[in-house]
């Protein structure tokens, strides 16, 4: 049982956390230990004063006077969990992809970096190629200068990659994705074949237009899925064939409109049917758009009248203010996480690998241990106030490493197995450990040790990160704030006020024959010519115009679809809406009547039954 030792108040928001005596023994097991022969040479006790066991030193760090070991103490945080969450993800661009020259060659490529934005870019060939060194750009440290400003004018200088996309094959157009082929805007995915607009996706065949879906084959507009064949527009399904309209689906096939079934057949808003009576019913959807609409409208009233499970918790142990968790143990508020240990307010660890006593770490969890404060990192340990580190161990404060670095301080872009460094200069290993204590120390003074890089220095505008998705807040009310690097004034609305970057960047409109309004589009699949290749189609909501890709256009006619009237970009917002919020309420178990925790709100019209009593109803 967790002990409460500390309330604080969020200097953002002003809520109030607890520290628990069991977050206080996480943060001094992961606080950075040096073996520093100054300070040993400095300790004037003799050996018979000296004590085997560490003492507490005014309350910042911790020394071992015996062996001159000191080990410097990560203080509680200053955010509460959710704001210390919304400034990692504001760091996170993971679908705005834009076209801008390398800063190398000049050849124009795809880069998660707006053209207006002042950082110099190399394309990833570029990039990982022996045309610089990031070792290059050392320079020492200051103590007359914070360390988030040296590490703000190192940002400005050492070349970043233009986009994270690897070992693919005709899958250019992605971020955060590898192993893919014939792939286009596929994001955060993995080993993905013939998919189209989709996010956070592995292991998946010829899908279009799915977000956080593993191990499926033909779906469209699946969310929260997995082990799906032939399914569209899908929810939390599993194991499932040949579904259209489909919500908390377990084992079925050949169903419409359905929600909460349980390993059936041939079932129709939630009725089972002869197999001839469904394959009518089925035909006459592929040809009645006024019967296909009204078949919808009966499946968004049945939602409301099949109870809902309080919390997606499967086969794993003392989880709590979690959901969406899988094959874990130990963890406390944690979302969309997959065999994980010892967690706590992590999000997105989606491997098949276990990641293991780790805070405040989001996306990834490939092999990942002793994680805090952290960004999309993997196959790494220790790894501290730091953003987008691969491979490594033993680096604090660093950004996009992406090549076994390790025990290195502040550093940006390195990539060449390098160790022992600051602010990417190479140091000795005694160096190393007698100069990283003293910017602690430094940093303990200017108020930065323990906490992660500022929003402020992200190098997206925050309508351009993943915090947009889970933390929205208003634009600026006043222009212009464009995104390479201008503050936004504290916001009359939002979240939080200030200290945000605002991107209002807009691509160029796509070169085509004409623009098409959403509404003038056919209804029928059968009726639209292949001439829309040529065309742009004006989103029904953003305005924005956009463009069918040939095999985009090649699945709707297979699958009798019509075509989308709105922006990937729009559909990609409307499939989070349908995501229940990483945030518990307080409800009451429509059935049973006793206090649960859910992620559906109480003014919320879903029927919502504790684990017991959803089960009892639908098993």
Known sequence: ???????????????????????????????????????????????????????????????????????????????????????????????????????????????????????????????????????????????????????????????????????????????????????????????????????????????????????????????????????????????????????????????????????????????????????????????????????????????????????QIIHSEKVEQSDKIENSENVSHCFDCINARDMKYCTEMMMEYTADTSYDYDVWGENASQMYEVHCSGAAKNILFSNVVWWGYNMLYSDNCLNNSRNCFGCIGLKNNDEYCILNKQYTKEEYETLVPKIIEHMMKTGEWGEFFPSSMSPFGYNETVAMEYYPISPPLTPPYQGGGEEVPPLTRGRLGGGFNWSTYESPPPKVDKVIPADKLPSNIEDIPDDILNWAIECEVTKKPFRIIQQELGFYRKHHLPIPRRHPDQRHLDRMQLRNPRKLYERTCDKCHKQIQTTYAPERPEIVYCEECYNSEVY
């Open 1 to 311: 049982m967790e002990k409460i030792v500390e309330t604080k108040t969020c200097k953002h928001c002003s809520v109030s956390f607890d520290i628990t005596d069991k977050d206080l023994e996480f943060y001094e097991k992961v606080s950075p230990v040096f073996h520093s022969s100054v300070i040993a040479s400095e300790t004037k006790q003799s050996d018979d004063e000296r004590s085997p066991h560490s003492v507490r030193d005014d309350n910042t760090h911790i020394k071992d006077l015996w062996n001159g070991k000191v080990k410097y103490l990560i203080p509680t945080p200053t955010l509460c969990p959710s704001c210390r969450q919304q400034r990692r993800l504001s760091w996170r661009n993971e679908t705005k992809l834009y076209r801008r020259d390398c800063s190398l060659t000049g050849k124009s490529v795809v880069s998660i970096y707006s053209p207006d934005k002042a950082f110099i870019t190399y394309n990833q060939d570029d990039w990982w190629s022996d045309a610089y060194n990031p070792c290059d750009y050392g320079r020492d440290f200051d103590f007359s200068k914070t360390f988030f400003e040296q590490f703000a004018d190192l940002q400005r200088v050492v070349p970043r990659i233009t986009i994270l996309n690897g070992f693919g094959e005709n899958a250019d157009y992605g971020n955060h994705s590898y192993h893919n082929k014939n792939s286009y805007f596929v994001c955060s995915c993995g080993y993905v074949e013939d998919c189209y607009y989709c996010v956070t996706m592995s292991d998946c065949k010829n899908c279009v237009d799915c977000d956080k879906v593993m191990s499926s084959e033909n779906c469209y507009d699946a969310i929260d899925s997995r082990h799906c064949y032939g399914c569209m527009h899908i929810l939390n399904c599993m194991n499932c064939s040949d579904i259209l309209w489909g919500e908390d689906l377990e084992g079925c096939s050949h169903c419409i409109g359905c929600k909460g079934v349980k390993n059936g057949s041939y079932y129709i808003l939630n009725e089972e049917v002869e197999k001839a009576a469904f394959s009518e019913i089925q035909k006459k959807l592929e040809q009645d758009i006024g019967y296909r609409r009204e078949m919808y409208e009966r499946f968004l009233k049945l939602k409301l009248q099949v109870p809902s499970k309080q919390l």
